[in-house]
């Protein structure tokens, strides 16, 4: 029984490619995340949305579309990939904090490789 | 802003020999820190939280974590590796932003274990 799953797991695909990555948790958490983990095994966030609503959007090109249609849902677009795109990304979701204090860990899903060729 | 940093990229240890990953935070409010843990082709899994309660925290497969403000550290140990800990080990503090947090990585720890 799944948390947070993610699909597809593998991705390959040209360069100028529009492509999605979906991601769906059933932990009935708001918060909800994408995390890009690069070839040095770097993670750093791209966007987290709470109740579909956008909080966080750490200055990705605006070629990545997140779209979140209900608070279980976080989908990724990506429009005329590039190479540099290629990573992984994760998709997570977390509880609320106590206030907002972040004391709440987030839960990840198992990734989607993206390789752009 | 908060952020972390783990020495040594890669570690190895000997079945059986104690495991010590490092991290340091920096951090101009009390933080919450986390280690997580990824195996290979995996998503990352939490091992421990520290969030204020105390100080030593204990964590899922034999892990625990002290967090030391006068050294601004929060190490991850175990006493006896086993081949099941190889892993990349990750370091986090939540970031907080206003009514937002965000997890803030450090570089990750590459454990091998020997047999």
């Known amino acids: 029984d799944t948390a947070v799953s993610q699909t597809p797991k593998y991705l390959v695909t040209q360069m100028g490619n529009d492509k999605s990555i979906k991601c769906e948790q059933n932990l009935g958490h708001d918060t909800m995340y994408w995390y890009k983990q690069d070839s040095k095994k770097f993670l750093k966030i791209m966007f987290s949305?709470?109740?579909?609503?956008?909080?966080i959007n750490e200055t990705v090109p605006n070629r990545f579309s997140p779209k979140s249609p209900d608070k279980a849902h976080l989908n990724l677009h990506i429009n005329s990939l590039e190479l540099g795109d290629s990573a992984v990304y994760f998709c997570?979701?977390?509880?609320?904090?106590?206030?907002?204090?972040?004391?709440?860990?987030?839960?990840f899903g198992q990734g989607t490789r993206l390789t752009v060729v | 802003a908060q952020s972390v940093t783990q020495l040594g990229s890669h570690v190895s240890v000997s079945e059986g020999a104690l495991v010590l990953l490092r991290c340091n935070y920096s951090s101009s409010v009390p933080p919450y820190l986390f280690w997580y843990v990824q195996y290979p082709n995996q998503g990352l899994q939490l091992l421990l939280k520290y969030t204020s309660a105390a100080t030593l925290v204990k964590g899922i497969n034999g892990f625990e974590a002290e967090f030391k403000k006068s050294e601004t550290s929060f190490h991850l140990t175990k006493p006896s590796a086993h081949m099941s800990d190889a892993a990349e080990y990750f370091c986090a503090v939540n970031s907080l932003g206003g009514a937002t947090n965000k997890l803030i990585f450090g570089t990750g720890t590459l454990l091998a274990v020997q047999p």
């Open positions: 997570a979701s977390s509880p609320p904090g106590r206030g907002v204090l972040g004391d709440t860990e987030a839960f």
């Open positions: 949305y709470n109740n579909k609503e956008l909080i």
